[in-house]
């Protein structure tokens, strides 16, 4: 019988089944991302007027805006088949994340950091209709918290597999 703890960590962390306490400290940074970009939005949508945007002379400012859209504003007024789309990409970070062969710390940061954008994004579409974005930089859409989460997830998840790889089917089962 093969020594589990002889293992280089990497292939250790991709032959354990079921929850980690890296999956737990995830899932509990995908929280307070949820809640931070909730609390975020909430603090727009009191403190300035729809259209809005402060400090006027920065280049980069707080605006009041809504998008009933995806990124970058495509889809606008789509937001039954955006709220269905997340679900199943929600569903499909979950799969991800119960995967063995994505067990990587990288790997599931990246996720979990989609998931939280995504849920982030979620609560807004199902409660108002439409998300709220409110950072602006010259030159570039408004976002959100949940946007940048997914942001940095995506570039986390292909970090991770570019420079850690998901493991391959094994020859020998071939």
């Known amino acids: 019988m093969e020594d589990v703890t002889a293992r280089k960590p990497l292939e250790r962390a991709r032959t354990r089944v079921g929850p980690t306490r890296w999956d737990a400290l995830f899932l509990a940074v995908a929280a307070l991302i949820v809640a931070a970009d909730q609390l975020t939005k909430w603090l727009v949508r009191e403190g300035l007027e ?72 979620l609560i807004d579409r199902l409660w108002k209709g439409e998300v709220v974005d409110f950072v602006k930089a010259p030159h570039f859409p408004a976002f959100n918290v949940a946007d940048s989460a997914i942001t940095i997830g995506v570039f986390v998840l292909i970090w991770a597999m570019l420079f850690h790889g998901v493991t391959e089917s094994t020859d020998a089962n071939s």
């Open 50 to 121: 729809r259209g809005e945007s402060w400090p006027a002379d920065w280049p980069v400012k707080l605006v009041h805006v809504t998008n009933s859209g995806a990124a970058f504003g495509i889809l606008q007024g789509a937001g039954p088949l955006l709220v269905v789309t997340t679900l199943v990409g929600i569903a499909a970070i979950v799969i991800y994340l119960l995967n063995p062969e994505f067990a990587h710390p990288l790997m599931r940061a990246g996720l979990a950091l989609m998931m939280a954008g995504a849920v982030g994004n």
